[in-house]
């Protein structure tokens, strides 16, 4: 690769860049050669700017987002409370015994992922992965420091000096500054945020906060700042689950061979001799501009995260010569197949003026429509269940031993560990009483020992409480060895109600 520009046939200016990680070019695992993306305008870099901005911002404000859930519980929107086994988010808070909503959530992206892959390929690693986004803003600071591809080039290649010991230190030093804030972030989603960050700055927080924050800095910059493209083509499974996921209709960005080849640098010479030329004026612009560094032309490749930089960098190629945008596309292989056919068949300038644009058909297809239902029915399924779920639960284990005490006036008494969990952030009175034992009296073991057909009992807010719970009958009411009732546990407010199944046991008959 070198930093070598010069003018081809047509006015355009044609770029020295290798594919070096082209596939055609490469075996199994190669060691990393260095990759200078140069700077690109159009539609796709616009989107992948805006969709960065609103990712990073995402991530980095939402530990700052405060949510009132009363005095008892945190003010923190978005909190993994591992303390206490919760997890908030906004207005959903999950127990650990609702853990099935977080497996249902994971589903329910697993699925969206399928339905993104189908629709638009690897959108997801060309815009949204953590990996591309990172990477994509080590290479603005890069860009902003060292300048563009040819003065990154030259700098590279130039022997160490003061000014580049001087680019290259504010490069790193603003590298790991990003690596930091991305590292801290992370931990905010884990306690609440002012409250750490004042830890963290005056050396008070716990040592696992700072091992996390060291992890999380090192490999955002390793990954983002020397490993790049390795990652997504050696260590993400992605690339290769992908494979599975597409099909003849999943839009992916694809060179329009059928409209490019044969390819030729000067074009009004080859022309002028009467030569078939196609519109690909072998630039290279759409090699200098991707950043996994290969060459689009050469076929789908692995490698390719479909950021459609290569897009942007052709169609401002082709409005400089005059031909039609999209002969980098996203397209699928069945519209690719089709115009390769009608260039064949009618020519090529039949096939460039009949080229489909994305439309509905590519979207709404059976396999399609199946992750959506499915993404839709398990959402819907969710949300349902969070609106009705029990706020209340209650849990009764039995003493087994002894497993029932006689009086001294003949009656029979059993004892329970009767657990009540109060899931609302406020104190709630609860009534607790049986279902299936006639003439049964409960008393607590503890406090004031009070006693009666039902026992009032109080939980804190997001509490369990705890009580020892003693039922006695009179003796011509137990007739089994053992038998069944349940305990029932009332919310003396809200009418909620939840009950437990156990035994009452009693002498031989
Ligand atoms: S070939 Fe094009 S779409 Fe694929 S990674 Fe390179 S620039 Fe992005
Ligand atoms: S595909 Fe487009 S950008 Fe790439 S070399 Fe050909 S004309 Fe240039």
Known sequence: MTEQTY???????????????????????????????????????????????VALAVYWITPWLRWDRGPAAPDQAVLVDLANRRFYFFFIEIWPQEFYYVAGLLIMAG??????????????????CPQTVWTDLYMAVERLVEGDRNARMR????????????KRVTVHTLWILIAVATGGAWVFYFADAPTLLRELVTLQA????????????????????????????????????QGAMLDEDSLIVTYNAWRGEPRSRGQKKALAQGLDVGDCVDCNACVAVCPMGIDIR???????????????????????????????????LRDYETHSAEARRAGRAVATQNQRRVGVSHVVRPRTILYFSLWSL?????????????????????????????????????????????????TRSFVLGTDGLRNAQLRLAEGDGQGGSELRIDVEP???????????????????????????VRDVESGETSHEGTHFHGPEQ
């Open 378 to 426: 398990i959402g819907l399924a969710m949300l349902f269940g969070i609106a009705t779920r029990d706020r209340l639960d209650l849990n009764v284990l039995p003493d087994r031993n002894p497993l029932y005490v006689t009086l001294a006036d003949g009656s029979i008494r059993n004892g329970y560990t009767v657990k009540i969990l109060n899931m609302v952030p406020e």
């Open 155 to 166: 700098l590279d290649k130039a022997p160490w000096g003061l000014e580049k010991i001087r």
């Open 7 to 53: 003018a081809a046939g047509g006015g355009v200016e044609t770029i020295q860049a290798d594919a070096v990680n082209s596939r055609t070019r490469r075996p199994l695992y190669a060691a990393r050669v260095k990759i200078f993306p140069k700077a690109v305008d159009g539609f796709y870099r616009r989107l992948k700017w805006a969709i960065l901005a």
């Open 462 to 488: 997001d509490r369990l409480r705890e009580v020892k719970v003693f039922v006695t009958l009179p003796r011509d009411e137990v007739r089994r060895e053992r038998s069944d009732f349940r305990f029932v």
């Open 206 to 241: 716990a040592p696992v906060a700072y091992t996390t924050i060291a992890i999380l800095t090192a490999t955002t910059y390793v990954f983002a700042g020397f490993m790049r493209e390795q990652v997504c083509t050696y260590m993400c499974p992605w690339p290769r689950i």
């Open 111 to 128: 699925l969206g992922l399928f339905l993104v892959t189908s629709v638009l390929g690897r959108a997801w690693c060309g815009y949204a």
């Open 298 to 332: 050469d076929g789908q490749q692995l490698e390719c995260i479909t950021c459609a930089l290569c897009i942007d960098a052709c169609n401002d190629i082709m409005a400089k010569v005059g031909k039609p945008r999209d002969l980098i596309s996203y397209t699928t």
